[in-house]
């Protein structure tokens, strides 16, 4: 079992990290079949038309017409495009996206955990009409057009947001504080995980109290701080075990964990069966 490969951004032609492609020229003629990987930069897939399997952190999504995939750096996946499949696949780097302003990070972040967004054709209809100016502002290059794409770029995360995000949970100012505020605790999990395990802990960093981190994620998610920590040990977990070859006592060295038993328990405890039988399932 070989590494999960990282993908780059290759691009020399462009003074900073973005690209953003028509996938009707990509899949004219054939599929598109991409192993599992990662990648060091954000990834968004816009399909107008399409077919074919999404495997994103090893949760499987349909691809469908009026289907929108976005991805965090680190994350991993798979994709099959069926040939025929229409729309806009972007790509950018972190640095490229700071250059607007540092209130629109926010809109970054919580677009960066809607991975997987069905639309109508409609609210479609607004998203390629925004990546078609991208498009076409990376073709002709007039002056200042790396503004002119992040600035619509901007426009497309907050209609990604209005439209992917439940009424229900950007209705009520208290909903929409809880919403940010869970999105910068799952920012804080990706980095910290494997040094801090303890709600207080995050409390914390967030200058909250325990009681307060606990009622933002079960409003959220239904779920308690605890077990939101718990779902991101596991999924880093998955990643090593499924995506590399390195040893379970390694593994759980990296996690955090000073004896590999303390992991081994946690893991057969949340997923049913040990580290090494979930990664022989899957070889």
């Known amino acids: ?13 462009l003074t900073s990290s973005f690209k953003i492609v028509k996938l009707d ?9 991409q192993g599992l990987h990662r990648h060091d930069f954000y990834f968004g897939l816009f ?9 994103i952190d ?10 929108m995939f976005f991805m965090r750096p680190g994350q991993v996946h798979q994709l099959t495009l069926e040939k025929g499949s229409t729309g806009y696949l972007i790509q950018f780097n972190r640095d490229f996206y700071s ?11 919580n677009v960066g955990h809607i991975n997987h967004c069905k639309l109508n054709s409609e609210n479609f209809t607004k998203l390629e009409f925004i990546l078609a100016s991208i498009c076409q502002e990376q073709t002709l290059r007039q002056d200042h057009y790396l503004d002119v794409i992040q600035a619509n770029l901007e426009i497309l995360f907050v209609e990604i947001v209005r439209q992917c995000q439940s009424q229900e949970s950007v209705s009520k100012k208290e909903s ?9 605790l799952l920012e804080l999990l990706q980095t910290n995980i494997s040094v801090h395990k303890q709600v207080a802990e995050y409390a914390e960093m967030m200058h909250l109290s325990s009681f307060q981190i606990n009622r933002i994620t079960k409003e959220i998610l239904g779920k308690t701080c605890s077990q939101v920590i718990n779902d991101q040990i596991l999924l880093e977990a998955k990643r090593s075990l499924l995506g590399t070859s390195t040893q ?5 060295l ?6 590999p038993s303390y992991f081994i328990r946690f893991f057969k405890k949340h997923m049913g069966v040990s580290p090494e039988v979930f990664r022989n399932n899957f070889k």
């Open 25 to 33: 020229n990509l899949l004219s003629e054939k599929d598109m079949v």
């Open 1 to 13: 079992m070989q590494e999960i490969p990282v993908r780059h951004i290759h691009e020399p032609q």
């Open 47 to 55: 399909l107008k038309e399409g077919k074919g399997e999404h495997i």
């Open 176 to 184: 929409s504080y809880s919403q940010e505020r869970l999105e910068e």
């Open 254 to 259: 990296n996690l955090g964990y000073e004896h």
């Open 58 to 67: 090893f949760n499987s999504f349909p691809v469908s017409d009026y289907t």
């Open 248 to 252: 379970i006592n390694q593994i759980a």
């Open 99 to 109: 250059a607007v302003k540092t209130s629109s990070n926010l809109t970054l972040r």
